[in-house]
């Protein structure tokens, strides 16, 4: 498999879903609509959404996994638009680019986050409306992982977090739910959506949680090793905000010899599962070369 | 009818049920549930909410409207956390409390609002799991009128309106967006769960239009003629921020006419349903009065 080639393909069909789903730019009111477009379509991986197109497909989807993958994304960006805001993150540049309040203004951009969470929920309940019990399905899914003990009381406990010495515990909650929730959702819903059975998504929810676990060390160490331009964002933020990270608690190779750990679980699950599971398996092994 | 009392009881219903739904301030991270119960349990009059509440009751609800009027109040409390943060009116009182920025910190509000927001489509989803049509139907129609072009375009035409003149369609399209859309939807979610039909969904969501605008007009009408004590906020706020208001376009005594031409509509309206409407009358006429 060319994982390159096949991460490619997924991407473009998210970005397309994007296209239909997010309103055009000129949509009235023009400035937030242009705002919520500048920030979803600001280069992002997609790794999320690919994740759920990848899980529907390891199964004999019937519906098309498409819109979920984009209301998570939806979701992934507004949270990326409010954690920049000045009285959070205050952070100047997102991808190699100036964030959404740097490039409208901090009320179109709050405007914007609010509008890209609202969003979400209006793609699930609107382009699965013809199977009910699969929309309320995801929607239950989705907001419990975007909810307040989840996604967004990850992001508390962050800020809360700042300055201050955290333990393993607090820091596997704030990662467990700031970052892996939404991995782990991602993973879910597509295998919903492809049809998988309650076995299916525990194993799916367990990979996500590795996987998205990964994800959060591999961001610190690479926040304590890269350089601004590799990485398209000021790099070193987290020991400048005295930010306690895995590489703080454990230093650099005992994070490395953790994450390596995650994500030979999460190959290992990729095995069990009586499915075609190449992409799943060739994907953390990427991650996993990243590590290094 | 005794229109207060009655008030007063679907007032303790709401109430009930928010300390159902909204997890309790103690709930980790502590300090966002905190604020979310305090912004929540400041002292509404529970318009939105009530009115669900009197719209399911209209028929032969099976259903319990409670979690959707909950659901309702959480949106409209986030877009008042959001709408009270520095960057949009900068208020430190609302409804004659510090806001929820002031009483706590600016992170803390921003995602206090979020988790609101996202609460709403949580108890959607949760309370009404096992009637999944009407559960992903109120989801849609609640992420609809809460969206970038019904209720946050509202807000942000607002916005861009200030220190501008705007035309009568403009301002129109705010107060319809900005105020109208979640009392329409308040209507139409409680006629929905009572079982209403199209021609009645109808018909709700023309009354929820009229009480709406009429609920603005009022509120230009108390900020230009009231003061702080009585409103429990600052007033002549509109005017200090140089807004287009009903007041400014047309002068007090027609935003009256108009005002009262648009709950001679809503009672019309009322009167045409097929079912007792007494306590919409009423509480439409108590509206009536206060524009005096």
């Not at 994007?18 to 730019?25: A, K, L, T």
């Not at 379509?41 to 519906?63: C, D, H, V, Y």
């Not at 609010?114 to 009910?132: H, M, V």
């Not at 819903?189 to 994800?215: D, H, P, S, Y």
Request: net charge negative; proline share 3%; hydrophobic share 40%.
């Amino acid at each position: 498999m060319d994982l390159k080639a096949t991460l490619n393909t997924y991407q473009k069909r998210v970005e397309s879903g994007i296209d239909i789903w997010v309103p055009s730019g000129d949509t009235q009111p023009a400035q937030l609509h242009a705002a919520m477009r500048y920030s979803v379509e600001a280069g992002g991986k997609r790794i999320r959404p690919i994740l759920t197109l990848a899980s529907a497909e390891l199964f004999n989807t019937a519906e098309d996994p498409v819109p979920a993958a984009v209301a998570l994304e939806c979701i992934h960006t507004y949270s990326l638009i409010h954690d920049d805001l000045p009285s959070i993150d205050n952070s100047d540049l997102r991808r190699g680019k100036p964030t959404c309040h740097k490039q409208f203004d901090e009320p179109t951009a709050l405007l914007a986050g609010d509008a890209l969470l609202t969003l979400a929920f209006q793609i699930l309940s609107e382009a699965y409306r013809d199977n009910p019990i699969l929309s309320s399905a995801l929607v239950l899914e989705l907001s419990n992982a975007a909810g307040s003990q989840r996604l967004i009381g990850g992001q508390m406990e962050d800020i809360l977090g700042e300055h201050s010495d955290y333990t393993r515990e607090q820091l596997d909650y704030i990662h467990l739910n700031k970052t892996a929730a939404l991995i782990t959702v991602a993973m879910t819903m597509g295998a919903r959506i492809g049809g998988a059975n309650q076995e299916e998504l525990g194993k799916l929810a367990e990979i996500g949680r590795n996987v998205g676990l990964t994800f959060q060390i591999l961001d610190d160490i690479l926040d304590a090793t890269s350089d601004d331009n590799t990485l398209g964002k000021p790099t070193g933020a987290d020991s400048e905000h005295q930010k306690t990270t895995y590489i703080k608690l454990f230093g650099l190779e005992d994070a490395r010899v953790h994450a390596k750990s995650l994500t030979g679980k999460a190959r290992e699950l990729c095995q069990q599962l009586d499915c075609n599971s190449a992409f799943l398996s060739e994907f953390i092994a990427s991650l996993e070369h990243r590590i290094q």
